[in-house]
């Protein structure tokens, strides 16, 4: 197990960040002793040895990457990209917010997720003897410009019955959003409407709640009409997945919904663009 791990840190590390805020540059930041191997027990594996070791590991593999701006990406791989996709629809008003009665501190973020440049290497790594499916995904899921009605009007999803759930929970979610791990982001904040519009006195954690809403709204499971350019191969995880600020700091990973006071004092994105890497929890027999 230490190997693997050992293995891990020495294939990424060794990647030369030198190019500011390239694909590999951001990847490189990544926490990797978030992957964070732990045995649970025995397992019964289809080939041989036929007995092995049930583990638990945390995988990146997706870049969201948050801005004020629309048709926006400081990402150099994408920055042409998102522009042509976002088109016309490109603009920078706020106006719209929907289902946010309080407007204080209000934050608007387009969301862009990405997946993980290193994710093949990860899974050849990793998957192959764990005889785990590799996380094949699309280079581009989401582009929330390309789903400006719902990220901004949330039309049919003010509809979703899970948004009429929240809207009962949201007020209490600052404190008691453990609780809620299907509606609420931790105390981060509600889940839905899944917009880009966050009520928070941290822009920081505003970009993190729209991270983790774009995320969701590109996942593999039955949606409102979200315009979803590849959807992402597994359903996010409130209560074990993890986020990673790599820009404009790097931070270690956290727990969805972990306490701001722990980690945003003082970051501050002059631009108001924010990149994660989102870890995905997995489990597998190993050898």
Excluded at 23 to 29: E, Y
Excluded at 154 to 182: I, N, S
Excluded at 245 to 268: H, T
Aim: glycine share 6%; hydrophobic share 45%; with cysteine.
């Amino acid at each position: 197990m230490q190997a693997i791990i050992a293995l891990i840190l020495l294939t990424f590390t060794v990647v030369p960040v030198t190019a500011d805020e390239s694909l590999v540059a951001l990847a490189a930041q990544a926490d990797w002793p978030c992957v964070r191997f732990q045995v649970l027990g025995v397992c019964r594996r289809n080939s041989p040895p036929f007995v092995g070791a049930k583990v638990r590991y945390w995988q990146p593999v997706l870049l969201v990457e948050t801005t004020r701006r629309s048709g926006v990406s400081g990402i150099m791989e994408y920055k042409s990209v998102v522009a042509a996709m976002a088109g016309s629809r490109a603009e920078a008003s706020a106006c719209g917010a929907a289902g946010q009665a309080d407007t204080t501190n209000l934050h608007l973020n387009e969301a862009h997720v990405f997946g993980f440049p290193f994710s093949d290497t990860f899974s050849l790594m990793v998957e192959a003897p764990c005889e785990g499916l590799p996380d094949l995904g699309s280079a581009i899921s989401y582009i929330s410009e390309q789903d400006r009605d719902e990220w901004r009007r949330a039309r049919y999803e003010m509809k979703h019955p899970l948004a009429q759930m929240t809207a009962k929970v949201a007020p209490v979610c600052a404190r008691y959003g453990a609780l809620f791990p299907g509606l609420c982001l931790g105390v981060w904040g509600p889940l839905y409407p899944r917009t880009g519009f966050v009520v928070h006195a941290s822009p920081a954690t505003a970009s993190a709640v729209a991270a983790f809403r774009a995320v969701d709204i590109a996942a593999l499971k039955p949606q409102t009409p979200h315009q979803v350019v590849a959807p992402v191969l597994f359903w996010p995880d409130v209560r074990f997945d993890r986020l990673q600020m790599v820009s404009p700091v790097k931070q270690r990973c956290m727990a969805v919904g972990a306490d701001p006071a722990l980690w945003d004092n003082g970051v501050n994105a002059r631009d108001g663009r924010f990149v994660w890497i989102y870890w995905r929890k997995k489990e597998c027999c190993l050898f």
